[in-house]
T-cell receptor
């Protein structure tokens, strides 16, 4: 059974710092992995999608890596800004289209 | 990019009434639609998966007679909460997947049952 874990559950850092969010999964047979952002009371925004054959994806200040053999993905945020404050979720897709979700990391960027 | 429009964004209804939530894929064909609910400070919980033209598959513990899902076309899926009760108050999110796509999420619906 696939399980997805995100560490830490919460993180607070000063503005301008680079930071890393972690996501681990127990079954390496994944189709892809996706990182999302959720603002309080709002829907999800897809940030980065990494196919199982890829090692990383980049979008602006965000970089996501994938290491299937170790069951890990990281989301790197460079030069953090207060607007980055949100809950970040990772989700692993199984072959049957379903997503298995982590519980999220709540990120607070202090001005 | 792919967009999913979800309506309404917020709804308040009386206990015992039914509420319909719509999700439309605006520029792609959503072969599969997922419905999630989220309680405060908790992660998303998958309620059901539906493929266009077929019956939805419900997760364990989700009452299919209470949460009616219709996915009659490749661009529209609806979730109807029947005979709503206060414990059904939650945040409901749909997600659509098409061929070659990742997942695109609706903006969510905040349901409050009074």
């Amino acid at each position: 059974k696939q399980e997805v874990t995100q560490i830490p559950a919460a993180l607070s850092v000063p503005e301008g710092e680079n930071l890393v969010l972690n996501c681990s999964f127990t079954d390496s047979a994944i189709y892809n992995l996706q990182w999302f952002r959720q603002d309080p009371g709002k829907g999800l925004t897809s940030l980065l999608l990494i196919q199982s054959s890829q090692r990383e994806q980049t979008s602006g200040r965000l970089n996501a890596s994938l290491d299937k053999s170790s069951g890990r993905s990281t989301l790197y945020i460079a030069a953090s800004q207060p607007g980055d404050s949100a809950t970040y979720l990772c989700a692993v897709r199984r072959g049957n289209y379903q997503l298995i979700w982590g519980a999220g990391t709540k990120l607070i960027i202090k001005p | 990019g792919a967009v999913v429009s979800q309506h309404p964004s917020r709804v308040i209804c009386k206990s015992g009434t039914s509420v319909k939530i719509e999700c439309r894929s605006l520029d792609f064909q959503a072969t599969t639609m997922f419905w999630y609910r989220q309680f405060p400070k908790q992660s998303l919980m998958l309620m059901a998966t539906s493929n266009e033209g077929s019956k939805a598959t419900y997760e364990q513990g989700v009452e299919k007679d209470k949460f009616l899902i219709n996915h009659a076309s490749l661009t529209l899926s609806t979730l109807t909460v029947t005979s709503a009760h206060p414990e059904d108050s939650s945040f409901y999110i749909c997600s659509a997947s098409g061929t070659g796509f990742g997942y695109t999420f609706g903006s969510g619906t905040r349901l409050t049952v009074v």
